[in-house]
Structure formats: C-alpha cells, structure tokens
C-alpha cells in the first residue's frame, strides 16, 4: 500500500491536469468507483489519500494520488474516509480497511425474517371506484341499513370489509 520514500514526487498545482488526464487514460475514461465513463472533465476529482496528523507524505500511501474519480464518487469515498476517522479513530489505514472489510461481509451476510417497526407496510387505500361499484350493488339488494360512508383515511373499515366481502368485490385496485 505504501509508496517509498525516494520515489514519491511532490506534484505543484500546474501538474494536476496533466496527471489526471494521464491517469484517467490508464483507466479507460472510466471512474474507479463507479466504473462509469467520464464525460465532463469539469466534473472529476484527482482522488489522494488524507494523511493523519501524525503521518509523514507516502506513509502508509499518505497524501499520495489514487486515481481519478467522478466528483459524486469522490464525495461519497470522503465522507466514509471521514466518518471512519470520527466513529472508529483508527490509527491507520489498515485498520480503515479492516472495517470496510467486516461491513462488506456483514452486507453479504443477509437478513433475517424480522421486519423492522419502521418499515411497516403500509395499509393499501380503498378504491373509490370500487366503493362506488358496492355502493351501487348495495343500493340494488334492498338493504335497509345505511350504506357507510367513504372513510376520510381511505382505510378499510371493518364495516366496509364485511360488506365487500359479502357481495364478493375487491376493495383495492
């Protein structure tokens, strides 16, 4: 991962373009994250590791050049370098990495059966359309109790239910 120290090249700001452009040749025009090709240049990021306080330049690949992203992708790997940093402390890469690598297999790992309260499904709203059809079918059987009322929720009351389910008609579309 590291870069020695007699190699490393100390790039000035003119040299940035250059080398993005160069390296995003090597990469086929394509971002190393997403992998989707790079149109708009004005959109792109020559993507370099942070360095930790502590770190000298080529540490551990500190303060070197990864490649070149799209600036979305650049983003996105920013954030998690710096929650990385906030949540775990990590005192290196290596250990940055080792978390990455427990998340991924966590992920893979699946799921349970258990669904969480707060994806509870929501209750399907009853068809107006097919309120009106029992309504009308309602009306025809001579029934002598008040037809209910079209539930301001859209839910299915258990009036309406008994009553759809009596004269055989889907409530939902």
């Not at 120290?5 to 003119?14: A, G, H, R, S």
């Not at 080398?19 to 990021?45: F, H, P, T």
């Not at 993507?47 to 502590?54: G, V």
């Not at 983003?75 to 998690?80: F, P, S, T």
Request: net charge positive.
């Amino acid at each position: 991962m590291g870069v020695k120290m007699e190699k490393l090249v100390q790039l000035k700001p003119k040299d940035i373009k250059p080398l993005r452009d160069k390296l995003l040749l090597q990469q086929n025009g394509k971002c190393l994250l997403s992998g989707e090709i790079i149109e708009d240049l004005s959109g792109v990021s020559l993507d370099h590791q942070h360095k930790f306080r502590y770190e000298t330049n080529g540490e551990d690949g500190a303060g070197c050049i990864r490649g070149v992203l799209s600036r979305e992708m650049n983003l996105l790997e920013g954030k998690i370098w710096n929650n990385t940093t906030r949540h775990l402390n990590p005192n290196n890469v290596y250990e940055r990495i080792e978390f990455l690598q427990k998340l991924i297999r966590f992920y893979r790992k699946g799921t349970t059966h258990f669904i969480h309260p707060s994806e509870k499904i929501k209750e399907p709203k009853v068809s107006k359309r097919n309120y009106k059809k029992l309504a009308k079918v309602y009306a025809l059987s001579n029934a002598k109790k008040k037809f209910p009322e079209y539930p301001k929720s859209a839910k299915l009351t258990v009036a309406l239910k008994g009553l759809f389910e009596m004269f055989e008609i889907e409530p939902y579309n």
